[in-house]
């Protein structure tokens, strides 16, 4: 493999090295134009062809070609990646791997998180109801709930209250149904009470007394009150007629 090539395919594997942060670890760890890439046991080198060593500081013979820099090379263009060469099994659960930058990164499968998908999601399972999850600020899960559920988790069926229009017509009896009030509400005539105006107001069979020259006695004075009456009793009287002596 002509030696330019594999400089390009080295070169040009995710943009391995650039970082200008002195904290770093990769920051000039590889030397000879090596690509530095961080891994769970810290920065190693991928040597270009006829290099060698922790950094790529030793130079091989000339002539010499280090055939498993070039197998590697090829690996990662066209082989399972730098992520099953230097970190397999990093990420967890079915997450896949990738490389950005310098960095190994995992891509999650639901309902997996974490920079290596160890966690389970706090939103897994808990909506309910085919409720929509998500994590508020404070982290805590909360739930969009559809129009038909309600509650902390969805867990609550909402049941459909009825309107006028759903109602028989005799609903109210002789009232008339609220069409703005949910659940139907009744108008009752004046002779009529209940919630359907299913009752019939008996009117009082009394007969009214009004004042006269005798409904009052002892000299009290009778006022007419409505229905009945009142009277105003002199003193040393009482009573509902000023009938009775006081002591």
């Not at 998500?134 to 709930?145: A, D």
Request: glycine share 8%.
């Amino acid at each position: 493999m002509d030696f330019l090539l594999i400089a390009i395919l080295l070169l040009t594997t995710g943009n391995l090295v650039q970082s200008s942060s002195t904290a770093n670890p990769c920051t000039n760890y590889c030397s000879q134009g090596g690509v530095c890439l961080k891994t769970p046991q810290g920065p190693k080198c991928i040597c270009l062809p006829r290099w060698k060593g922790k950094h790529c500081e030793i130079q091989e013979a000339a002539g010499g070609i280090n055939s498993s820099q070039v197998v590697q090379a090829d690996q990662v263009r066209n082989g399972p990646g730098l992520c099953e060469i230097f970190a397999p099994n990093h990420c967890l659960n079915g997450g896949i791997c990738d490389v950005n930058e310098q960095e190994f990164i995992c891509h999650c499968k639901y309902p997996f998180t974490g920079d290596r998908c160890q966690y389970v999601s706090l939103c897994y399972k808990y909506c309910l109801n085919n409720g929509l999850c998500y994590l508020h600020t404070n982290g805590s899960p909360k739930c969009v709930c559809a129009s038909d559920n309600e509650g902390e988790r969805c867990e609550k069926s909402i049941v459909p209250r009825p309107t006028c229009d759903q109602m028989p017509a005799t609903y109210c009896n002789t009232g008339v149904c609220l069409h703005a009030a949910v659940p139907p509400r009744c108008h009752c005539p004046e002779a009529y009470t209940g919630e359907q105006c299913e009752t019939r107001i008996t009117p009082t069979t009394e007969p009214f007394e009004r004042c006269n020259v005798t409904t009052c006695r002892n000299g009290a004075t009778c006022h007419n009150n409505g229905n009945s009456f009142y009277c105003h009793c002199p003193k040393r009287f009482t009573g509902k007629r000023c009938e009775t002596i006081l002591g």
